[in-house]
């Protein structure tokens, strides 16, 4: 008898518990950080933005009491989360392996993706090729050609100074008579006005010869590529295509950052958030930026930078996104079933159109 009144009252004290536990669980804990355009803090320290007034929505169907604790990034989020300090997190996390295991992840309401921007080029096709024909890049390019056809026609004068006198004339003349005679066969004319005729000089011809048609190739290329440098900004579609730019950057800490640094492509720059690095991109100061495409598209029409700033109209990399909860937490079915309904109505649409985040 001792022992089943015993059994009575730990039975007893557990249900007592476990109904004061929940008590004092009715009101969720929601932790949000400043995240434009899902949350925003506005001027009153209240919040607003498309993951705010899902999670409303949510909550009021679902007859759910909550109050927000604000927190500076979402690895403070995560944090807390794990400790259980907080019941949830509205702020979209990307769903991996690895949250999967640690934590409850809600029905994915959004697919991200990262965005490609560059500078709005305002130029006409004709100007961007004469800046380019005056570049520096170009000259350079210009001069090392000078210097190869001078070398070979320099060795071949001194060759065939002897043996050719009436071609290859002594003096300043027959130097000029040896470059004439480098460019003609580096660029396959063939005038046949200048040839070697000692066995060392049509030695240095052959090399000469298979030489060019590699040097030719490559100068072409170059040039090529100089010319069509700003053309190939708006034709970026791969990984390969952002290798051909040279100032690359992205926001630190992020998904853009992260691809960039998986396809081995150099960051020229890292910026601590998307306004500073949009900022120095209307500037002109990089060629293109990697970073979420709903948030550029947001603080592109939120700054006014759509005459400096072009989004390219496609993504690298979608990233399912959901609400995150501590691993078996009690109120996890309804915020999940919540969810799914709520974003199969009509008003999740008007929320996207309103806050810039439709798919495009």
Known sequence: ???????????????????????????????????????????????EGLSIELWENIAKSSDLNFRYEQYSDFISILKRLEYREIDL??????????????????????????????????RSALSVFVSNIFSLAFLKIILLLILV???????????ERRHNKFQ?????????????????????????????KSNLGKSIAIIWM??????????????????????LQTDI??????????????????????????????????????????????????????????????YINRLSLSEKVKLLPFTLREHYQSFMLPK???????INVGLMKEIHTNRWEGLQRKYDAMER
């Open 1 to 47: 008898m001792r022992r089943l009144l015993f059994y009575i009252l730990i039975f007893s004290f557990s249900a007592v518990s476990g109904q004061q536990s929940l008590a004092q669980g009715d009101t969720l804990v929601v932790g949000i950080y400043h995240n434009p355009p899902f949350v925003i803090q506005t001027d009153d320290n209240s919040f």
């Open 89 to 122: 997190t509205i702020n979209p996390m990307d769903v991996n392996e690895l949250r999967v295991e640690k934590f409850d992840m809600t029905q994915p309401y959004f697919i991200s993706s990262i965005g490609v921007a560059i500078p709005y080029l305002n």
């Open 149 to 159: 056809i001078f070398v070979f026609g320099f060795f071949l004068w001194l060759v």
């Open 168 to 196: 290859f004339r002594p003096g300043l003349l027959g130097l000029f008579d040896g470059l004439w005679w480098s460019a003609v066969t580096m660029t396959t004319v063939g005038y046949g006005d200048k040839a070697p």
């Open 210 to 231: 298979f030489t060019a048609v590699i040097i030719i190739s490559s100068f072409t290329a170059g040039i090529a590529s100089t010319l069509t440098i700003s053309g």
């Open 237 to 298: 579609n791969t990984a390969e295509d952002i290798r051909l730019v040279k100032k690359v950057s992205a926001v630190g800490a992020t998904s853009g950052e992260l691809y960039l640094v998986q396809e081995d492509i150099p960051i020229t720059q890292s910026y601590a958030s998307p306004i500073l690095a949009l900022r120095a991109l209307a500037k002109k100061n990089n060629d293109v930026l990697l970073y979420d495409r709903t948030v550029l598209q947001y």
């Open 328 to 334: 078996d937490h009690p109120a996890y079915d309804r």
